[in-house]
């Protein structure tokens, strides 16, 4: 079953799964084929919390 949720950026699990996401997406021939620059894993978070659209529920 499919389960949508709203990120947290503060849980972990989160964030690993966005992560994991992203790279899947980026690694597939749609996404470019290449992995993410480790300096993008490492910092998109941390950018992401930075957002004045992100809101934390």
Request: charged share 20%; with cysteine; glycine share 6%.
């Amino acid at each position: 079953m499919l389960s949508i949720v709203r990120i947290q950026l503060d849980n972990p699990l989160h964030c690993k799964a966005l992560l994991q996401l992203l790279t899947d997406y980026a690694l597939d021939p749609m996404g470019g084929g290449e992995a993410l620059a480790n300096s993008t894993q490492e910092n998109l978070i941390a950018q992401l919390k930075l957002r004045s659209d992100y809101t934390r529920h």
